[in-house]
């Protein structure tokens, strides 16, 4: 699997045989693979298939039974401010009384340390960071105020403004409107022409086949590591995917719920 | 208008109802704010639980001939923690492990009092609060705790209020989580203590969580829900002891219902939310 690098750059990432899971129950087994730097690299697998635990893992926020993952040449949780992360958006408590501003400003707490508050630079950042996904003008309302499809756009801009290296988003295209998947597939596009690794677990194959570099599918295994064109055989996915999915006449596939 | 003003002002004339305010105003202002943290993390339980818990911390140190006050603090500072350290273990929830434990140590409260002969006095107020019975000493030690607690909110706002809204990112980003989470619930449990003397045990709740959830219907944005929280804390204290006073009623039942009139007051009437503000303009539906 390592083969297909040039030796000479390190991945950003590196999982090796790691084995996960909660209480008694195993959620991942025996999964290995690497993110190259300045990929975009997505996460597929059905529901409970252990996205959400792989991504907790590869952040330190889960220990896992064995195994372990190398995050830019480090062992266990990785350097802070070099990693970003989108939770899912179902975890996120909307009834909060926040500004959209504040939810962003957020993003910067991991660096500016304990006690000390929020500078300039970091509400500069924060406020580029909406900008960028087209809600400067939210930045006053109350988080629960947006629609769905703005909160998730605010959650981005939270992860830009980590400015972090390495970006790791839990389901950032679920539940959007074409055109915002449109919107957001182009800013994963800018973000990797800046140097960014991004890391999106999702459930959508085609956006990943048409616009991901690689992609680990994932059921509690690694089922199969690589070029989506390579990965995405009508084998691997129904490994994958088993009763979920259903390969239409016209070509054309279809996840269940 | 001389009567007015007497009427307002004879209460005050007694130094122990000039205790007293200032005692349950101090109180009230601090569980306030920290119970805008409470409401909103959806941990009233805990705040009905850590008063109870203190009870038995409360009646070792009456054995033992301690302070029953920084007895009932230990107990509920270490009820918070093991509630924390069970729960984090991720194999029994959040309220259970709350209600195994408060339960515990309310009944370890109870065995020991039990064996006592004569607690009726002092333990009793624990129970149900005796605000005309604070000492100056009591005042000053509760603005001293409320002071250290009001310092630390301001200083670890940002913390804390990462961690209560998404406590996974909060993680991610290198916040210690859990020490902010433990520090969070042992700043409750110090609330609720120094909230026995004021209305008891058995209503200090009231003090974290109504004005708090008074204060939600009022506000969006969470250091003005703490204002007039603070606000509603400050005022109930006032009309409940002149109630108390002029009625001759127990004053930390006077205090509670009159926050919970405050409450009622803003559930019908507050803009936009309130119920007969529904009734009348419907809103938009949120997209």
């Not at chain 1, 616009?211 to 691997?236: M, Q, Y």
């Not at chain 2, 000493?137 to 603005?143: C, F, L, P, Y």
């Amino acid at each position: 699997m390592a083969g297909n690098g040039t030796g000479t750059e390190p991945y950003v990432v590196e999982v090796r045989d790691l084995r996960a899971g909660y209480g008694s129950h195993s959620a991942l087994e025996d999964v290995s693979f690497t993110i190259e730097p300045g990929c975009l690299a997505g996460l597929v697998g059905p529901n409970g298939s252990g996205k959400s635990t792989l991504l907790k893992v590869m952040l330190g926020l889960h220990r896992p039974w064995r195994g372990e993952v190398l995050t830019y040449g480090r062992y266990g949780r990785p350097e802070r401010g070099r990693v970003g992360y989108m939770p899912q958006s179902e975890l996120v408590d909307w009834a909060f009384p926040v500004t959209v501003a504040q939810v962003v400003l957020m993003g910067r707490y991991g660096r500016i340390g304990l006690v000390r508050q929020p500078g300039r630079r970091d509400r500069e950042t924060a406020m580029a960071a909406l900008e960028r996904v087209r809600l400067a003008d939210r930045a006053g309302r109350m988080i629960g105020e947006l629609s769905g499809g703005e909160q998730r756009r605010a959650l981005i801009a939270r992860v830009l403004a980590q400015e972090a290296d390495l970006l790791l988003l839990d389901e950032p295209l679920a539940g959007l409107d074409a055109t915002a998947q449109h919107d957001l597939l182009r800013l994963f596009e800018e973000l990797r022409r800046e140097g960014k690794t991004l890391f999106v677990a999702t459930h959508d194959l085609s956006c990943v086949a048409a616009d991901f570099d690689h992609v680990v599918l994932l059921n509690r295994r690694v089922i199969a590591f690589g070029r989506p064109a390579d990965v995405f055989t009508e084998e691997n996915l129904s490994a994958a995917f088993q009763r979920h999915l259903f390969v239409l006449p016209q070509g054309t596939t279809i996840i269940g719920p | 208008m001389s009567e007015i003003a007497d009427f307002l002002r004879d209460p005050w004339t007694f130094e122990f109802m000039r205790r007293a305010l200032l005692a349950a105003m101090v109180v009230s202002a601090v569980a306030a704010v920290v119970g805008s943290f409470v409401i909103l993390k959806g941990m009233a339980f805990i705040g009905d639980a850590l008063p109870h818990a203190s009870f038995g911390g409360v009646a070792v140190a009456f054995v033992l001939g301690a302070n029953l006050y920084l007895g009932g603090a230990i107990a509920a500072v270490v009820t918070a923690l093991l509630i924390g350290f069970v729960s984090r273990r991720g194999l029994i929830k959040y309220d259970t492990a709350i209600g195994i434990l408060f339960v515990g140590a309310f009944a370890l409260g109870v065995m020991i009092v039990s064996t006592q002969r004569n607690y009726t006095g002092d333990l009793f107020s624990f129970v149900f609060g005796n605000i005309f019975a604070v000492s100056w000493n009591d005042v000053w030690t509760t603005a001293a705790l409320s002071t250290v607690i009001l310092i630390l909110v301001v200083l670890f706002y940002k913390e804390i209020l990462f961690v209560a809204y998404d406590p996974s990112m909060a993680a991610a980003s290198g916040l210690p989580v859990a020490a902010i989470q433990y520090g969070l619930l042992a700043l409750v449990g110090v609330t609720t203590v120094i909230g026995l003397q004021t209305v008891g045990i058995v209503l200090v709740v009231a003090l974290l969580v109504t004005p708090a959830a008074t204060a939600q219907l009022l506000t969006r944005r969470l250091p003005p829900m703490m204002a007039v929280g603070a606000l509603v804390g400050v005022l109930s204290s006032l009309a409940g002891l002149y109630i108390a006073y002029y009625a001759d009623v127990a004053a930390s039942a006077a205090i509670v219902l009159t926050a919970t009139g405050f409450f009622a007051l803003a559930f019908l009437f507050a803009p936009e939310r309130g119920l007969l503000w529904q009734r009348r303009f419907v809103p938009a539906e949120r997209a």
